[in-house]
């Protein structure tokens, strides 16, 4: 079974077998669509040679928030879907929220006794997401790292655009503070974005996936804001292409 995430920012292409993980790509989403696919008919035709892929592999795909692209071939399921069942089948938890911050959105999925009940997403503005901490991490002039390591005294930043928030992180390195405290403040922002969907959809288990949840920082924020205990899955960028698989083979 060949599960496929077509992301914001990055394609995530999975194949499972029995379970397992057979092996898995991730490619940047643009250079994806012009290298290997090709449109026809209103579908994307794949280049499985080029993916070295077999043709005849079983496909579901899931899309990044409104963009309805159709996958020659395969089986198409709604995202919020495909990352519930992706989180369902890496964390063997039933009760949860699913927090996966993405490449240019935030998804707050909340699910009991393995059924979604409830979820919002913040898919208008780019602050919160995958985008602001690289953008941050830029005008700090420090890799992914390194702001993903600074937690502690943050400095207060409240603009909620990804655009206003350079300038305001301008103005706040123009005052003088060390760029450990700027970073956690950016790390911080994120936090106060998703607290009040957090809260909405409470569970006192939170899961965290996309490229979000491998920044420490703000793992170890969300666990100390919200006394909530904050599970782990093994593959966090691949839990909407993994939940591709688990839905069509009816794994969960």
Known sequence: MLGIDLGS?????????????????????????????????????????????????????????????????????PEIQAHAFGALFQSRCENFTLLDIGGQD?????????????????????????????????????????LSSYDQNPVELNATCAIFGETELIARIVEGHPTSHLAAGVNYAVFKRVAPLLKKLYSDTIILSGGGALNPALVRMIREETGCQVLPIKEPRLNGAIGCCVWGQGWK
């Open 106 to 146: 935030t998804k707050v999925i909340q699910v009991q006794k393995g059924d979604i009940v409830d979820f919002a997403t913040n898919d208008r503005c780019a602050a919160g997401s995958g985008r602001y901490l690289e953008n941050m991490a830029s005008v700090l002039e420090i890799n992914w790292e390194q």
């Open 9 to 77: 920012r990055t394609v995530k292409i999975v194949l499972m077998k029995n379970r397992e993980i057979m092996a898995c790509s991730l490619y940047d989403t643009i250079r994806f669509y012009r290298q290997f696919s090709r449109s026809s008919r209103g579908k994307l035709q794949l280049d499985f040679n080029g993916l070295n892929l077999d043709p005849e592999t079983e496909m579901v795909a899931t899309g990044y928030g409104k963009i309805a692209v159709t996958i020659a071939g395969a089986q198409k399921i």
